[in-house]
């Protein structure tokens, strides 16, 4: 069975500070993708980020980035220089050969 | 271009009741899944249908159940709900189709059902 857990519920900064939202994973398959979407006010699920159980390069996309590491099974990522837009909650989520599994999510409040 | 658009938004039922909700898939994508999303929860997988067959299904009852049209958009219906259905539904759509598809999902903004 696959399982993510996202530790932090939720998480308070002020704007600029950098901040990281943690995620770990099981799965006994060895082929799998890794996922972040941020889910605003409004509902929508959005994608941010895919990432293959084979490539464990970090990943840099303006103020985002993401840490891959297989040995921890960990998929951590972290938002520099944190911003008012960046609230909402976020969601790890696993597909290896069976359907994706998300996390409980992480709020993450960003006050001015 | 239009995402994927989900109707209605906001909808509440009583116990008992029958639900449908419905899913246009972005233009092109043949595959559309459905979510169920508890409030404080990741959202769980209901099912998915590609080309108009079921291609997967979760660890749901039997009265949860779906189908896909010609045009690709989608029902979910909901016999005999209970007060544990309240939830945001979401539907996502993508261009392949399988569970073990790992291809981007696109989701709407969802329908939320309160059942009273």
């Known amino acids: 069975a696959q399982k993510v857990t996202q530790a932090q519920t939720e998480i308070s900064v002020v704007e600029k500070e950098d901040v990281t939202l943690d995620c770990v994973y099981e799965t006994r398959d060895t082929t799998y993708y890794l996922f972040w979407y941020k889910q605003p006010p409004s509902g929508e699920l959005v994608f941010l980020i895919r990432?293959?159980?084979?490539?464990?390069q970090n990943e840099i996309s303006g103020r985002y980035s993401w840490n891959f590491q297989k040995s921890t099974s960990s998929f951590n990522f972290t938002i520099t220089a944190s911003q008012v837009v960046d609230s909402a909650v976020y969601f790890c989520a696993l597909r290896g050969y069976s359907t994706l599994t998300f996390g409980k999510g992480t709020m993450l409040l960003v006050s001015p | 271009d239009a995402g994927v658009t989900q109707s209605p938004t906001h909808l509440i039922k009583t116990r008992g009741q029958h639900v449908t909700l419905r899913c246009s898939p972005i233009?092109?994508?043949?595959?559309v899944s459905w979510y169920q999303q508890v409030l404080g929860q990741g959202p769980q997988f209901i099912f998915q249908y590609y080309e108009k067959e079921e291609r997967g299904r979760g660890n749901f009852p039997d009265r949860f159940s779906a189908r896909q049209f010609p045009n690709y958009s989608s029902e979910l219906n909901v016999n005999a709900l209970l007060l544990g259905d309240s939830a945001l539904y979401l539907c996502?759509?993508?261009?392949?189709?399988?569970?073990?598809?790992?291809?981007?999902?696109?989701f709407g903004e969802g329908s939320r059902l309160t059942v009273l």
């Open positions: 233009s092109g994508h043949k595959s």
């Open positions: 990432r293959n159980s084979f490539d464990e």
């Open positions: 996502a759509s993508s261009l392949a189709g399988g569970p073990t598809n790992t291809g981007e999902l696109f």
